[in-house]
């Protein structure tokens, strides 16, 4: 296994410009009002890393939005340069795709707690001179919201055209909803929940636990003892991949193939093909994800829920949003269902709301919104293309 690397941006002060054509940045934000964090904590100065494509428009009436899941990045698209890959989401954004960067300004923040530029634990804590550890504020889903919010603001870019995610993504996409009710114009939550279940609880900590009895955890401070908790991260990688997939795409794919090898050979080694593939998901996870930034983004998922500030109404978190929402499910996703997505639609049909409401009839589980799913993206594509319409777009530089 290979040794974690944290990236470190180039440093920026707060401004009003903007990173154009597949450019990454990083700004720094809360240097002279720090941000208050659902805990009553106060974090500032921070960083958070960003990239865009395209360009904005002469009235900032382009802007894309996307939020990346759990253990993704700002990377949505092009080479990323932290794992040499191709971004998490091709398929969705560049030029002639439904996010097409030739019409709007795409950007997306890696999320704060989170290891791919933005301030989290893995960082120097600016009072101690060392990595935060576990002395970085605990997080929420609404904590995130607010630092993209932060870095909008200094952007110069007041309002959304579209905000866009998947899973921890689509929470961010609801949050945003709620929280911004003004200032998002439309909003597609794919594969996501209003609220985390027990059972998602459940697998999460069971990743946390595999994290925290790793020996070489160190309490969170393993930064200072040079190593890093592989195995225990590999193995919450392991756990949570299960989730991504569906029974039915296990079989398909994978059933009860050996690896390699022609009998089983009564011991512990990987004899089935789907035990190899998760051994290599955990393996080549801990080379660009760091453990205590897991600990605190799913611990920032379970957390959520929007009817937390709402008296446990769904449909009073959702008054006051002038947006026009894509509510989008896999059938076979059991890990946040269609029938949580069906809630979310009830809830804003309860009040009156512009909503549209697809499941889609994919193998792949919870992971299709990342894969070629042509009907994802041909829905998308037209909803995007007609709330544009709607908006009265221009994308002329002016």
Same mark, same amino acid.
């Given at each position: 296994?290979?040794? =974690?690397?944290?990236?470190? *941006?180039?440093?920026?002060?707060?401004?009003?410009?903007?990173?154009?054509?597949?450019?990454?940045?990083?700004?720094?934000?809360?240097?002279?009002?720090?941000?208050?964090?659902?805990?009553?904590?106060?974090?500032?100065?921070?960083?958070?890393?960003?990239?865009? /494509?395209?360009?904005?428009?002469?009235?900032?009436?382009?802007?894309?939005?996307?939020?990346?899941?759990?253990? #993704?990045?700002?990377?949505?698209?092009?080479?990323?340069?932290?794992?040499?890959?191709?971004? /998490?989401? *091709?398929?969705?954004?560049?030029?002639?795709?439904?996010?097409?960067?030739? $019409?709007?300004?795409?950007?997306?923040?890696?999320?704060? #707690?989170?290891?791919?530029?933005?301030?989290?634990?893995?960082?120097?804590?600016?009072?101690?001179? $060392?990595?935060?550890?576990?002395?970085?504020?605990?997080?929420?889903?609404? !904590?995130?919201?607010?630092?993209?919010?932060?870095?909008?603001?200094?952007?110069?870019?007041?309002?959304?055209?579209?905000?866009?995610?998947? &899973?921890?993504? #689509?929470?961010?996409?609801?949050?945003?909803?709620?929280?911004?009710?003004?200032?998002?114009?439309?909003?597609?939550?794919?594969?996501?929940?209003?609220?985390?279940?027990?059972?998602?609880?459940?697998?999460?900590?069971?990743?946390?636990?595999?994290?925290?009895?790793?020996?070489?955890?160190?309490?969170?401070?393993?930064?200072?003892?040079?190593?890093?908790?592989?195995?225990?991260?590999?193995?919450?990688?392991?756990?949570?991949?299960?989730?991504?997939?569906?029974?039915?795409?296990?079989?398909?794919?994978?059933?009860?193939?050996?690896?390699?090898?022609?009998?089983?050979?009564?011991? =512990?080694?990987?004899?089935?093909?789907?035990?190899?593939?998760?051994?290599?998901?955990?393996?080549?996870?801990?080379?660009?994800?760091?453990?205590?930034?897991?600990?605190?983004?799913?611990?920032?998922?379970?957390?959520?829920?929007?009817?937390?500030?709402?008296?446990?109404?769904?449909?009073?978190? @959702?008054?006051?949003?002038?947006?026009? =929402?894509?509510?989008?499910? @896999?059938?076979?996703? /059991?890990?946040?269902?269609?029938?949580?997505?069906?809630?979310?639609?009830?809830?804003?049909?309860?009040?009156?709301?512009?909503? &549209?409401?697809?499941?889609?009839?994919?193998?792949?589980?919870? !992971?299709?919104?990342?894969?070629?799913?042509?009907?994802?993206?041909?829905?998308?594509?037209?909803?995007?293309? &007609?709330?544009?319409?709607?908006?009265?777009?221009?994308?002329?530089?002016?």
């Amino acid at each position: 296994m290979g040794v =974690f690397v944290r990236y470190t *941006p180039m440093t920026v002060t707060e401004t009003s410009s903007v990173a154009r054509d597949g450019k990454a940045q990083s700004i720094t934000l809360g240097q002279t009002d720090p941000l208050t964090l659902d805990s009553g904590e106060e974090l500032g100065p921070f960083q958070v890393a960003y990239k865009s /494509w395209g360009q904005l428009n002469a009235d900032k009436s382009n802007v894309v939005l996307v939020c990346h899941a759990l253990t #993704g990045d700002q990377y949505v698209t092009g080479v990323n340069p932290l794992t040499g890959r191709e971004g /998490w989401w *091709p398929l969705m954004c560049g030029p002639g795709r439904p996010l097409d960067t030739n $019409k709007y300004f795409v950007i997306c923040a890696n999320v704060l #707690g989170s290891c791919a530029g933005t301030s989290g634990p893995a960082e120097v804590n600016p009072k101690t001179g $060392k990595p935060y550890g576990l002395d970085f504020p605990v997080l929420t889903i609404s !904590d995130m919201v607010r630092a993209q919010a932060m870095l909008l603001d200094a952007l110069g870019i007041e309002d959304i055209f579209c905000v866009i995610g998947g &899973s921890m993504g #689509g929470m961010q996409v609801l949050q945003w909803a709620v929280d911004y009710p003004k200032r998002v114009f439309s909003a597609v939550p794919i594969a996501t929940t209003w609220r985390h279940s027990a059972q998602n609880i459940a697998f999460h900590e069971v990743g946390r636990q595999a994290i925290m009895a790793d020996p070489n955890w160190h309490h969170g401070k393993y930064y200072d003892h040079g190593v890093t908790p592989h195995a225990g991260l590999a193995v919450a990688r392991m756990a949570a991949h299960i989730t991504y997939m569906s029974e039915s795409g296990l079989t398909s794919r994978f059933g009860r193939s050996l690896q390699d090898r022609s009998g089983v050979t009564y011991g =512990f080694d990987a004899d089935f093909q789907i035990e190899s593939y998760l051994r290599h998901q955990g393996i080549s996870f801990v080379d660009r994800f760091d453990a205590n930034s897991y600990l605190y983004i799913t611990r920032a998922m379970d957390y959520y829920d929007l009817t937390i500030n709402h008296g446990g109404i769904l449909a009073d978190a @959702f008054r006051e949003t002038e947006a026009r =929402f894509c509510v989008m499910s @896999f059938a076979t996703d /059991w890990l946040y269902t269609t029938a949580e997505s069906r809630n979310i639609v009830r809830a804003l049909n309860a009040v009156g709301k512009q909503v &549209s409401f697809v499941e889609i009839d994919s193998n792949n589980g919870h !992971d299709s919104f990342l894969l070629d799913e042509p009907e994802m993206l041909e829905i998308i594509a037209g909803f995007v293309r &007609s709330a544009a319409e709607q908006r009265g777009i221009s994308t002329d530089d002016g």
